[in-house]
């Protein structure tokens, strides 16, 4: 809660002025059937019309005031809500920019996603019932018992069991509702992460015509929070009957009890109207409360799951006097071991042992899950080593800033990602201050410019949404392109030329030649004719080092390097290699 509350911020004016409003419109209330009995007694059956009056429009007076304050409360209400809202997924989204890859492993996307949208408004909810409703209720329901009291304290003991009775049940039905709605928000993630998968795949979907089957999987993900909710849903439905219960019993008991008074002569009629307006007060705000409770008790876990990430810190994070200055691009993997999760039974990586030179272009081949991707991602510090050091420049990559060293480190990432907007918007994340001509270059030396100068509005044209609108070869070129612009001393490609045909990946790396000799080149791909004429070669099989040399001496004394080159060159493997 105190988490939460921090992210009130520049709404917190918005947040007292509210409950005061609302303890306005209370105080009002109070007095308005009060006023009435005066009316009653003073003007009505003494005929006293100047009492009429006066009461009368006292009445007024003290109804508009109650009017104004309910309705400035509200509009308090309503703005620190939406600003704690807007707050807390801004809070939320700052801390998840500062996440490393496993922290966001830890949560999923998915999951991410459910708690800035569903679980913040649920908080969003209960915060405005709160800093309102759970202000005006509880005093409406004290003054209203006060003046019951004042009344008739006998009559009013009555209903002070009946809200004792209300109470216990209350806190049986939250205590009982509250787990199972931890649960289901979480089956909330299971329905996102169905729809997103589906949503994003939904070429493959179609393609396979398994629209059926992601129909059931939603279906399935669906019914599973249905019978959370149900089971949730079911239990809180006791809440409207208990409370009918308590509001007939008190009111049949105070008509019975208060008959009994005006015959004795101990109670007067005007004053049993006025008992029972304030327990039909003090009974709407326990019905308020209720309504309260039910939204609390789902908000509560929403509350958890969004503290959660606001409270998670990032795995990675800068040294005390970070450094900002990377001598050359030379790489060392000193006796590496790596795993994705602390207890893994076998790490990803193991006993890596490498030293590259700056300015050398290494290629890296091995089988799918040997480890390609996992060993780069160390050296831009996307994750860090279990054991070993990784370093740069004759640094640990634990000693640099971690901006700088992205900066001088830069990654075209498997997974290519395009943003919505212009060609040049896209590139220039690499490089926020490039100018269009140092955009153009990275281009050519990308071999990028030959399909956007076909393009009707060339470097603006607009890119759609995950790079819908251009083909898997141009969306990897742009992305080199991209990554060039940092003008970085070390260039990995992970598997970013797989779309691209031989002869434009011929053309990029003898661009990468001419134009970036000192940059060291990390290019892992599937195919040989990408690396073979790499400086060296390093082999990885199962998380290991299989072999580390020239294309030449890896034919002659690696069985694995000579097997993928027998199975493409030889085979017909890579059809596009000129024969």
């Known amino acids: 809660m105190k988490e939460l509350l921090a992210q009130v911020k520049q709404y917190k004016k918005d947040s007292i002025l509210s409950p005061v ?40 007076v003290v109804a508009v005031i109650s009017l104004l304050g309910g309705v400035l409360a509200g509009k ?39 708690r800035m949208t569903t679980d913040v408004t649920n908080v969003q909810n ?44 209350l806190g049986i039905i939250m205590a009982k509702t509250m787990k199972i709605f931890t649960v289901a928000f979480r089956k909330y993630d299971d329905l996102n992460a169905s729809v997103q998968e589906n949503i994003g795949g939904i070429r493959v979907v179609k393609a396979y015509v398994r629209e059926d089957y992601e129909t059931e999987k939603f279906m399935n993900a669906s019914g599973n929070l249905y019978k959370m909710f149900k089971k949730a849903e079911s239990i809180l439905a006791l809440n409207n009957p208990v409370m009918m219960l308590v509001v007939y019993n008190s009111l049949i008991s105070i008509a019975w009890f208060g008959a009994h008074h005006i015959v004795n002569g101990t109670l007067e009629t005007t004053q049993l109207t006025s008992l029972f307006t304030y327990v039909m007060s003090s009974l709407m705000s326990l019905m308020m409360l209720s309504f309260i409770f039910v939204m609390i008790t789902m908000s ?15 795995d990675l994070a800068n040294c005390d006097n970070p450094c900002f200055e990377m001598k050359d691009g030379s790489i060392d993997f000193n006796n590496v071991d790596f795993a994705y999760k602390k207890n893994s039974e076998k790490p990803v990586l193991e006993n890596i042992d490498l030293h590259i030179k700056s300015g050398e272009t290494i ?13 780069v991602n160390l050296i831009s510090r996307l994750y860090d080593a279990t054991d070993g050091e990784v370093m740069v420049g004759g640094k640990n990559v634990k000693d640099y800033d971690m901006k700088y060293l992205r900066d001088q ?38 071999c990028a410019d030959e399909f956007i100068e076909r393009m009707p509005d060339k470097y603006n044209t607009r890119i ?11 969306k990897q070129r742009l992305c080199i392109a991209r ?16 779309a691209v045909d031989t002869a434009t990946d011929a053309k990029i790396r003898e661009a990468f030649a001419k134009t970036i000799p000192g940059t060291t080149k990390l290019i892992i791909s599937q195919r040989i004719s990408s690396i073979e004429h790499a400086d060296r070669i390093i082999v990885l099989e199962d998380g290991k080092i299989d072999g580390f040399d020239t294309h030449e001496k890896l034919l002659e004394t690696n069985e694995i390097y000579k097997d993928i080159y027998e199975s493409q060159i030889k085979g017909g493997g890579d059809f596009d290699r000129p024969q």
Request: a neutral charge.
């Open 21 to 60: 409003y609302a303890a306005l419109e209370v105080a009002m209330e109070v007095i308005l059937p009060f006023v009435m009995a005066l009316l009653l007694e003073e003007g009505i059956e003494k005929g006293n019309f100047k009492s009429v009056c006066i009461y009368g429009g006292l009445m007024i």
């Open 76 to 114: 308090h209400a309503a703005r620190a809500s939406a600003g704690f809202a807007c707050n807390l997924r801004e809070a939320m989204y700052k801390n998840i920019q500062r996440f490393s890859f496993s922290n966001i492993d830890k949560f999923s996307t998915a999951g991410l996603v459910t």
């Open 126 to 169: 209960a915060y405005q019932m709160i800093i309102r409703i759970a202000v005006r209720s509880p005093l409406m329901l004290i003054s209203s018992m006060v003046m019951c009291f004042f009344i008739n304290t006998p009559m009013s003991l009555i209903f002070l069991v009946g809200i004792i009775f209300l109470a216990i049940i």
């Open 300 to 314: 509560v876990a929403s509350m958890r799951r969004i503290a959660e990430v606001l409270n998670e810190e990032p």
């Open 363 to 375: 290629g890296i081949i091995g089988g799918t899950g040997c480890g390609k991707s996992s060993l």
């Open 409 to 446: 480190v830069s990654v075209v990432l498997q997974k290519n990602v395009l943003f919505s907007g212009t060609i040049l918007e896209n590139l220039r994340w690499g490089n926020e201050n490039a100018t269009e001509e140092e955009c153009i270059e990275a281009c050519r030396m990308a």
């Open 464 to 474: 759609e949404r995950g790079g819908n609108n251009v083909s898997g070869g141009q």
């Open 483 to 498: 990554a060039l612009l940092k003008k970085p001393k070390i260039l990995i490609l992970d598997d970013s030329t797989s």
